[in-house]
């Protein structure tokens, strides 16, 4: 099991729209390692957008450096969201664990992994590996694997609009002073 990508999966799920069945079966495109034989339900699609909720405090949580509230929080998520890890043997050269069994829902199988994958995560490097971008016009979350604990926004493009808005920020600033020309 690779913990870090079902953290960063988790973060993906945050910032994708799982509003309705459709837009769940296509944040779900490409993801074989799920259960093939349950097909995603309405059922899903509500458990999923009171998941977001539920799991979007822990990653504000995170940039705030509340490590106390992150732990807090997940502990209370993986009570009410029981994980029940198995051992597959569908290659039996590479017998492994699965955070669910097959029989799982959708909703089942990916919060599963996302709790799983943030307390593994928390654990092993820290809540404040955790984070909300920093840029004000973006509400995304983003996962923090960046060697120097670096990272504060979601992806390369919120990073360089920022640092445009603050280029542009800084030369206005010097164009309007008095005696610059």
Known sequence: MDFVRYAEQCADLLNSSVETLEELKAHLAGRDDLNPTNSPTERDVAQLRAFH?????????????????????????????????????????DLHL????????????????????????????????LGLCADEKCARVFVDT?????????????SSRANVAAYRARKKAANHQPGLA
């Open 53 to 93: 909720g539920q799991v979007r405090p822990i990653f504000a949580a995170g940039t705030a450096g509340d490590v106390s509230l992150v732990v807090a929080t997940l502990n209370t998520l993986m009570g009410k969201h029981p994980i029940t890890p198995f051992i597959s043997d569908h290659d039996a050269h």
């Open 146 to 158: 960046s060697p120097n604990q670096s990272r504060r926004y979601c992806s390369d493009r919120c």
């Open 98 to 129: 699965h955070v669910t069994p097959n029989s799982a829902s959708v909703a089942h199988q990916l919060i599963s992994e996302s709790l799983l994958g943030l307390a593994t995560l928390v654990c092993e490097l820290g809540a404040t590996r």
